[in-house]
């Protein structure tokens, strides 16, 4: 079965760090563009990240800029989000999702991806 598992999430610290990983089980990324979303409680889902397949660039949005770095994993079906300087704001399950490239889209809608894991809670909290 296809699909991609998400772990990492956790309680944390406002300031604090997390790494999430994304496991892509029966295939793997090579060829696929790797985004991040996350949904805030009582909030739409909202894209974060995506590496590009094509050209490795990686996007951000601006909430999150310059504190998460996004990267592929050594393997090629592991996938990362390197979260610091965590806000209460950041709380949320995030997701990754996988799908075929898009190289002028820098931060692709929903639609966009095939494949999606379950998420992972993170909650920033005091």
């Known amino acids: 079965q296809l699909r991609l598992v998400e772990s990492g999430g956790g309680l944390v610290q406002p300031g604090g760090s997390l790494t999430l990983s994304c496991a892509a089980n029966g295939f793997t990324f090579d060829a696929l563009t790797i985004a991040w979303f996350r949904q805030a409680p009582g909030k739409e889902r909202e894209g974060v990240s995506r590496i590009s397949s094509i050209t490795g660039t990686t996007n951000y949005a601006d909430s999150v800029a310059g504190r998460f770095t996004a990267t592929r994993g050594s393997a090629q079906n592991m996938a990362y989000l390197h979260m610091t300087g965590l806000k209460p704001e950041d709380t949320g399950i995030y997701y990754c999702?996988?799908?075929?490239?898009?190289?002028?889209?820098?931060?692709?809608?929903?639609?966009?991806?095939?494949?999606w894991g379950q998420g992972t809670q993170v909650t920033v909290v005091s």
């Open positions: 999702a996988a799908g075929p490239p898009r190289p002028y889209d820098p931060l692709p809608p929903e639609s966009a991806y095939e494949y």
